[in-house]
């Protein structure tokens, strides 16, 4: 399987439309390979909260359009990255689009895990409560994005649905970059998958972000890695290796799912 990661830069100075043609310029011209992944929030970028409101679109708006399109031309099965998504009950979301080969979108993934803590995300957008995956030719693929990085029992999950390749885009900050390494390679080997994360490059809304977009195998090797800018990263991947990891170390067959809380779990007293 090829895959591509199209580490974008999303910038001030760019708008949505122009970023938007150039995205799928760059999609058109991935014809050949199986999969093309976007990063997260890249039409309105994931740090200008000013602009959600006024960029959000629906599931079928103008970013979906585009990407639809781009899609078939390269008949590739593209993970969007994701957009900011004005639901039916008015809320924005954060929601990332599959788009089949014949430009068909095949699924959408609202990020359960919102950042942000007093702003941003956490303020602005609802929570998705929907674990996401679905299968195809290449394998089942399950959906994360960004801050999910953090909260391996989301992973677990998307694990324990069947999913041998874990998309992740983001739109990580440049001074947690390690961080993002760390997670990534970690999710990777803890749940015996492929690791694709895509990550926007460049500066806006006060935050440089990190690239530094990354395809893994499921022993933590990494096997393509971005620079900071704008890149198209490529990678061939084995996916065969998911079923022969999971044979030959078959971790994930001895969990123990009955771990007792320690008696002073979550008690204000405990020492
Ligand atoms: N867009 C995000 O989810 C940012 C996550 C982040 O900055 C972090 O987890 O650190």
């Given at each position: ?6 580490q974008l830069l999303v910038s001030d100075t760019e708008s949505a439309d122009e970023r938007r043609a150039r995205a799928a310029a760059l999609v058109r011209g991935r014809a050949g390979d199986d999969l093309v992944v976007l990063p997260e929030l890249w039409t309105t970028g ?46 924005l979301y954060n929601t990332a689009l599959l788009f089949d080969r014949s430009g068909a979108l095949r699924r959408t993934y609202r990020k359960i895990h919102r950042y942000g803590f007093d702003t941003g995300e956490a303020v602005w957008m609802a929570a998705g409560r929907e ?141």
């Amino acid at each position: 399987m090829r895959v591509s990661l199209i580490q974008l830069l999303v910038s001030d100075t760019e708008s949505a439309d122009e970023r938007r043609a150039r995205a799928a310029a760059l999609v058109r011209g991935r014809a050949g390979d199986d999969l093309v992944v976007l990063p997260e929030l890249w039409t309105t970028g994931a740090w200008a909260y000013d602009d959600w409101q006024a960029g959000a679109e629906p599931v079928d708006g103008p970013t979906a359009r585009a990407m639809s399109a781009a899609a078939r031309s390269a008949a590739v099965w593209l993970h969007a990255g994701t957009v900011v998504e004005r639901g039916d009950d008015g809320s924005l979301y954060n929601t990332a689009l599959l788009f089949d080969r014949s430009g068909a979108l095949r699924r959408t993934y609202r990020k359960i895990h919102r950042y942000g803590f007093d702003t941003g995300e956490a303020v602005w957008m609802a929570a998705g409560r929907e674990v996401v995956t679905i299968g195809t030719e290449l394998g089942r693929l399950g959906f994360a994005t960004c801050y999910d990085l953090r909260f391996p029992e989301l992973f677990r999950a998307l694990v324990d649905a069947g999913t041998e390749i874990l998309v992740v885009p983001a739109a990580w900050p440049a001074r947690r970059r390690e961080q993002w390494r760390i997670l990534v390679r970690a999710r990777a080997v803890e749940e015996q998958a492929v690791v694709l994360a895509c990550c926007a490059s460049g500066s806006h809304g006060g935050m440089e972000q990190a690239g530094g977009s990354m395809a893994v195998d499921p022993w933590g090797t990494v096997l393509a890695e971005a620079g900071a800018g704008e890149e198209v990263l490529t990678a061939e991947i084995d996916m065969d290796v998911v079923a022969a990891i999971r044979a030959e170390l078959p971790v994930l067959q001895d969990r123990v799912l009955s771990i007792p809380a320690p008696e002073n779990a979550r008690s204000a007293s405990a020492p």
